[in-house]
């Protein structure tokens, strides 16, 4: 018996891998994030499946339970999470309980919020002279942060942004990015990206605020800040340079006169 942590990917069902896919079909008995996962990912197993079980209303002593039971059942367990487990999945507190149970689990990943905004944007994160690094974090709430990880700490870099759990703080969020990246720096703000009723706004640091207001975003959004996301000048990789060789493309011949 096996429990399997799963990244459902952002929302779009298609947007899962295919073992994640293979697996949920497998498993008899299925924990899922009902507020955040699709309920059309499991379609193909609605009738068969013995037990699919939202853990939206479930606290984790719970879940362990449903875990623990299908271990002494000897059946499978596919624990859906949105997005991909390995960010703010809160699989590592289940993951501990489970090894003091000595029940086996395996990890797959999945498509991440951030992946999937970028691919909707059509824009690329990482542009060669403009923005090399891409730094993921969520805004300080409930959870505790140490003061190395706190908003301006990350914008003293100058990398490209991608923040979670934050749209209820924009206003803040802005505040302390602006002495950072300036008023005029790109931003975009997603609202359920892949889900069919997505949106999202396009705007700067000095207008933002407004827009998102406008919108009336609450929940599950995510804020990309950058240069990357407004910008034609940037440099051509080495990759594709045929001046740049590498150990696929070796130097092109020149031709004898």
């Not at 379609?43 to 079980?53: N, R, T």
């Not at 090894?99 to 690329?124: C, F, H, M, N, R």
Request: charged share 25%.
């Amino acid at each position: 018996m096996t429990v399997y942590f799963i990244g459902a990917g952002p929302g779009d069902p298609e947007l899962i891998t295919v073992k994640g896919q293979r697996l949920i079909n497998a498993c008899p008995v299925i924990i899922y994030a009902g507020s955040l996962v699709p309920r059309g990912l499991f379609s193909q197993v609605e009738d068969s499946a013995e037990k699919i079980l939202d853990s939206a209303t479930l606290h984790l002593d719970e879940i362990i339970d449903c875990m623990a039971k299908a271990h002494e059942e000897g059946k499978d367990v596919a624990r859906v999470h949105s997005g991909d487990t390995s960010l703010y999945g809160a699989i590592g507190e289940q993951m501990r309980r489970l090894d003091l149970l000595k029940i086996d689990y395996q990890v797959i990943p999945g498509v991440t919020a951030t992946a999937a905004s970028a691919a909707w944007l059509q824009k690329e994160l990482t542009l060669s002279g403009v923005s090399q690094t891409i730094i993921m974090t969520r805004y300080e709430g409930k959870t505790p942060f140490p003061e190395r990880e706190r908003l301006p700490a990350l914008a003293a870099s100058g990398a490209t942004l991608a923040i979670h759990l934050g749209i209820t703080k924009i206003g803040k969020i802005v505040d302390e990015l602006i002495p950072f990246y300036g008023e005029d720096c790109p931003v975009a703000v997603c609202y359920r990206t892949s889900w069919p009723d997505q949106d999202r706004v396009i705007g700067t640091l000095k207008d933002i605020v407004e827009k998102v207001r406008a919108k009336k975003f609450k929940l599950t959004s995510l804020i990309l800040v950058g240069h990357v996301l407004a910008t034609d000048k940037f440099d051509d990789s080495y990759l594709y340079d045929k001046d740049q060789p590498n150990i696929f493309r070796p130097p092109e011949k020149k031709l004898k006169k």
